[in-house]
């Protein structure tokens, strides 16, 4: 498979298995297999319901579905602009090495400047060394004096004052 063999195509409700199935093997590969919560069931109201909370691509290489990048809008006060954020990009593990990312990131960097965004982000593990690697490579920049803060669980129930 070469970079030109591969096609992104925005994601339809009969791929929310596969979305699902491709969000598993991620959630094992980044060493969190129980982690997910999500089903098919909100995946697709989360995709495709009255107001979709975040949009998905798949990447196909011969008629197979190879990798899917899932993706929503974020906005940025100080550049008055909209941006996208990759929450989740996945390359099956055949597939990997042969273009497909590069292919799923060119598609939504295109994406996010045909929407006028100010900005593309995502995260990485600070472990994954190959994932780091790619994103150097096509000019992605680490932006080390910032950390990610999260609330889950009960402290965002008693954050909430529900708790």
């Given at each position: 498979m070469t970079p030109e063999q591969t096609t992104v195509r925005a994601a339809t409700h009969a791929d929310v298995a596969t979305i699902l199935r491709f969000i598993?093997?991620?959630?094992?590969y980044e060493r969190e297999p129980d982690a997910v919560e999500a089903t098919e069931a909100s995946l697709a109201l989360a995709l495709f319901g009255e107001h979709?909370?975040?949009e998905a691509v798949i990447a196909e290489a011969g008629?197979?579905?190879v990798g899917f990048a899932l993706f929503?809008?974020?906005f940025s006060t100080w550049t008055g602009r909209r941006g996208l954020y990759l929450e989740d990009l996945?390359?099956?593990p055949d597939a990997r090495g042969q273009g497909a990312g590069r292919v799923l990131l060119r598609h939504l960097a295109q994406l996010a400047l045909d929407r006028g965004c100010g900005r593309f982000e995502w995260s990485v593990l600070d472990w994954n060394a190959?994932?780091?690697e790619f994103y150097r490579k096509i000019g992605?920049?680490?932006m080390e004096e910032w950390t990610i803060q999260r609330v889950t669980g009960d402290a965002l129930l008693a954050l909430a004052g529900r708790g």
């Open positions: 598993c093997e991620l959630a094992a979709p909370a975040a008629g197979e579905a929503f809008h974020n996945y390359v099956t190959p994932a780091i992605a920049v680490a």
